[in-house]
């Protein structure tokens, strides 16, 4: 039955609140002062008689617009985690964690560690011409303008986890920089002819 562990919960929450001093905390729950000092002068007994009642003595609401949001929130910060996770199984480099999530590198490699990967020491290493070739023509298939969105990561990752099965020691970083070297030199022949 919920209705005894709701009165036990509310009722330890307030004794907690009282007991250091939070007034203000006990009347957003909706206690009057009279009530207050009531709850204060219960014996151990008294208050474990009370919180097994089955009578409610409060009223819970659901504030759905706020719930609804929370509900929203909690899935986008799942889907940001799994999105780290995934990046950082296919290699993701500290700068590029850092620079999509704002992850610094205390955290990524606490979080290589829990995810077991492992990373080579040194420079990430240069792709083959064939390997570079692949990449570009995979980005162009599902290219996003905007290279610092996460669409674009996501877009990498793509690339990255189609192009693993073929090519040994690939990365999402070695991905990420070549992309990104490619569209830097396409926007400079770009400006370069209009210019």
């Known amino acids: 039955m919920i209705i005894p562990s709701l009165n036990y919960a509310v009722l330890t929450d307030a004794l907690h609140a009282l007991k250091d001093g939070n007034i203000r905390h006990c009347e957003s729950l909706g206690f009057t002062f009279d009530e207050m000092n009531a709850l204060n002068q219960l014996s151990l007994d008294e208050l474990f008689i009370l919180s097994r009642e089955s009578a409610p003595f409060l009223a819970v609401t659901v504030h759905h617009d706020a719930l609804r949001l929370l509900l929203a929130k909690s899935r986008e910060e799942v889907l940001q985690q799994q999105r780290i996770n995934h990046a950082i199984r296919l290699g993701g480099s500290i700068a590029l964690l850092n620079k999509y999530f704002g992850l610094t590198s205390n955290e990524v490699c606490l979080r290589r560690r829990l995810l077991g990967v492992r990373v080579p020491y ?74």
């Open 122 to 195: 040194g420079r990430t290493p240069e792709p083959d011409e064939d390997t570079d070739a692949a990449i570009w023509r995979q980005w162009q298939q599902c290219r996003v303008a905007n290279l610092e969105s996460t669409d674009a990561l996501d877009a990498m990752m793509q690339v990255t986890q189609t192009l693993l099965p073929k090519v040994e020691g690939l990365s999402l970083t070695i991905v990420w920089k070549r992309i990104a070297l490619c569209e830097q030199e396409a926007s400079d022949r770009r400006a370069t002819h209009a210019g």
